[in-house]
T-cell receptor, first 111, second 115 residues
Framework: GQQLNQSPQSMFIQEGEDVSMNCTSS?????WLWYKQEPGEGPVLLIA?????ELTSNGRLTAQFGITRKDSFLNISASIPSDVGIYFC???????????FGTGTRLKVLA | NAGVTQTPKFQVLKTGQSMTLQCAQD?????MSWYRQDPGMGLRLIHY???????DQGEVPNGYNVSRSTTEDFPLRLLSAAPSQTSVYFC??????????????FGPGTRLTVL
């Protein structure tokens, strides 16, 4: 099935560093979502983006809806140990109810 | 609101057995969906529903059935379990209007092992 290309697959960073990850698609999307999943839990929504070029923040997290509508970026500033988890992007194309998910970025923060 | 609830949390089946995974939401969301999550594969859509009485297939529907008799409930049935169906199953729901769904909210998941 169709999936988004999400990179990097995993990251090991020091506490206090900034983190960047992105998702790219061959299709145009109308909505981009970013989720975080912790072990044994379901994904939890972090940020939703509805418009090309939109830049939205949620605390230390900032996400952008790419101008081409085929990509999105998530940045985490000044990482802390509780940022550990798997981050997923999801995109929704025009005229469809369905969301397509990326394969995830596994983040580990070293104290 | 309890949000999206799923039962059971864990399940072990033998090959060929059938079972139903339960999903319920109390947010009056029209759109509900089932995903499976396998290592390194992200979330893949199995089936979805845009309202009571309406269901459709996602990316990986084979071996699964769904029905939507009420707005609140969206059970997923495994007809004859196979080892390839060992996975973590997530149910999600969202508000939808005019063909567009809002952000999805996920349940805690059901961890299924098929021996």
């Amino acid at each position: 099935g169709q999936q988004l290309n999400q990179s990097p697959q995993s990251m090991f960073i020091q506490e206090g560093e900034d983190v960047s990850m992105n998702c790219t698609s061959s299709s145009i999307f109308n909505t981009w979502l970013w989720y975080k999943q912790e072990p044994g839990e379901g994904p939890v929504l972090l940020i939703a983006l509805y418009k090309a070029g939109e830049l939205t923040s949620n605390g230390r997290l900032t996400a952008q809806f790419g101008i081409t509508r085929k990509d999105s970026f998530l940045n985490i500033s000044a990482s802390i140990p509780s940022d550990v988890g798997i981050y997923f992007c999801a995109g929704q194309a025009s005229g469809t109810y369905k969301y397509i998910f990326g394969t995830g970025t596994r983040l580990k923060v070293l104290a | 609101n309890a949000g999206v609830t799923q039962t059971p949390k864990f399940q072990v089946l033998k090959t060929g057995q059938s079972m139903t995974l339960q999903c319920a939401q109390d947010m009056n969301h029209e759109y509900m969906s089932w995903y499976r999550q396998d290592p390194g594969m992200g979330l893949r859509l199995i089936h979805y529903s845009v309202g009571a009485g309406i269901t459709d297939q996602g990316e990986v529907p084979n071996g699964y059935n769904v029905s939507r008799s009420t707005t609140e409930d969206f059970p997923l049935r495994l007809l004859s379990a196979a080892p390839s169906q060992t996975s973590v199953y997530f149910c999600a729901s969202s508000y939808s209007s005019s063909g567009v769904t809002d952000t999805q909210y996920f349940g805690p998941g059901t961890r299924l092992t098929v021996l």
